[in-house]
């Protein structure tokens, strides 16, 4: 085993190949979900992939694969009946968000398949036991009983796909309002799977009148929720209102799949110090920023939380406000990471979730990013595939000067010509004008300053109703 491997809790990647997924599809679907793992901290060991009509109903894959897996794992590979279920204390570590504090329960037993208990292994064991992976991912969403069933077959802890993003977000997140929306998503997750992962022995215990700890734990949940919906209902008016005094102000939005390049681009454009790391989700928070050098009117750039295959419905919702940037923006972006091999899939997904929010109608721009790791000849390929696409590297001076030509020019098609005059008594108010419009002459006579601008319609007609004398 490599050092690096040594230093991450194992992990077994699970996939079932269904009819109509290819096996390229069904390869990039697993390499992907071997970087949301590895993203999470854990280092892949092994796969597991069956071809079935259907997902098993019980545990997913077959009986042969579901032995194979155990192998991996240590488990017995079978799901012992009338056998008493009682959470994993890594599933409840999980569950909580907690650290491992790695004190164990006294007294408890953990019963096997004929009810015997386990005697201590001598070290050789231990140290064999400590080698085998200890969570197993499966690339699709289990229900409750699916993951008690997998658990109770591998001996390992289980997470399906949503669990990985929903943990990962919860990582990252680094503002309120996103901690906030995060949390919702992994509450709406986590209340489903209560009754089937805790057992009967936590039933009353002088914890209310005849309610179970299960019953507990809903109602705290529900209480949780309503009290993070009020929170952000009020974050969200605030945004709202920041967003309606940037109502005339022209808005780009960076959308795409997640680690397409969208950060390291909002750096190049504006100048920000936002977090570039080559990770998924390194980015939950919405920045906006000016794109830089300055133009007159300003064109503000909004960065927004990247998409991924299959993202789950309660991020899309909780992360609804950030998403409203894009739904608001004068022009998106569809930054694509043209390096990838899947690149097509991932750009029909951020499509996807942008139809979801009702984004579709919004002008737009392709962007393939990470031009720098193509050959001239996949560069050429691109362009007649995308005639009217942009290629470019986001660590490219020259291309990233040519983007930001492209964006301004995009506006400029917009703009109308008029001649506006600044009466002497109105002269402080003359910044408006020029963060709202870009002057191209001015002159005075005896009524005042004369200029002659360029700017939106909108824009234009506002300031000419400002000014009348």
């Known amino acids: ?50 071809r079935r009509e259907s997902v098993a109903s019980g545990t997913v894959l077959g009986t042969g694969k579901l032995k194979e897996l155990a192998s991996l794992t240590g488990g017995r590979g079978t799901v012992p009946s009338g056998a008493q279920e009682r959470k994993s ?14 004190e164990g329960e006294a007294g408890e037993e953990e019963t096997g398949e004929e009810g015997s208990v386990e005697e201590p292994a001598a070290e050789a064991d231990e140290a064999q036991a400590a080698a085998l992976p200890t969570v197993v991912v499966v690339d699709h969403e ?18 399906d796909r949503t669990g990985v993003i929903v943990d990962i977000f919860h990582r990252h997140a680094r503002s309120r309002e996103a901690k906030m929306q995060v949390e919702l998503a992994r509450l709406n997750y986590l209340a489903p799977r209560l009754r089937e992962s805790t057992g009967s022995r936590e039933r ?18 529900r209480d949780r929720l309503a009290e993070l919906r009020e929170g952000l209902a009020a974050i969200q008016q605030d945004q709202e209102h920041r967003r309606y005094a940037r109502r005339e102000q022209l808005r780009v939005a960076l959308v795409g799949y997640t680690n397409a390049g969208k950060s390291s681009l909002m750096r190049a454009l504006t100048g920000s110090e936002v977090l570039v790391a080559d990770q998924l989700f ?53 930054v694509v990471d043209a390096s990838d091999p899947t690149w097509e899939a991932q750009l029909e997904v951020t499509r996807g979730v942008l139809r979801e929010i009702g984004a579709q109608g919004v002008p737009s721009r392709l962007l393939f990013n ?16 995308h005639p009217e696409a942009i290629v470019l590297s986001a660590h490219s001076p020259d291309d990233v000067a040519a983007l930001r030509q492209t964006v301004i020019e995009f506006f400029e098609r917009s703009m109308v010509e008029a001649d506006l005059v600044i009466p002497y008594a109105r002269q402080a108010r003359i910044g408006e004008v020029y963060e709202n419009a870009r002057v191209l002459s001015e002159s005075f006579d ?11 319609p909108g824009a234009m007609a506002r300031l000419t109703r400002a000014f009348e004398t």
């Open 1 to 50: 085993m490599s050092k690096s491997s040594s230093m991450r809790p194992l992990a077994v990647l699970v996939g079932v190949q269904l009819p109509g997924v290819s096996d390229t599809e069904h390869a990039a679907d697993l390499a992907e979900l071997g970087r949301l793992v590895h993203t999470l901290g854990y280092e892949v060991a092994g796969t597991v992939t069956q």
């Open 89 to 102: 204390k890594a599933r409840e570590r999980w569950e909580a968000g907690e650290e491992e504090t790695g």
């Open 142 to 159: 289990l229900s409750p009983s699916q993951l008690r069933n997998l658990e109770r077959a591998t001996g390992a802890q289980v997470l």
């Open 204 to 221: 009353q215990q002088g914890r209310g009148s005849g309610d179970s700890a299960v019953e507990l734990d809903r109602r705290k949940i």
């Open 282 to 334: 390194a980015t939950l928070d919405t920045t906006v920023r000016a794109l830089q050098p300055e133009t007159r009117p300003r064109v503000l750039v909004s960065d927004t939380v990247g998409f991924i295959q299959k993202l789950p419905h309660d991020l899309v919702a909780s992360f609804r406000s950030t998403l409203d940037e894009a739904l608001e923006a004068s022009l998106l972006l569809y």
């Open 370 to 385: 990470k031009a720098d790791r193509l050959s001239p000849e996949a560069r050429e390929a691109l362009l007649q595939r």
């Open 446 to 456: 005896e009524s005042g300053r004369r200029l002659k601008l360029r700017a939106l």
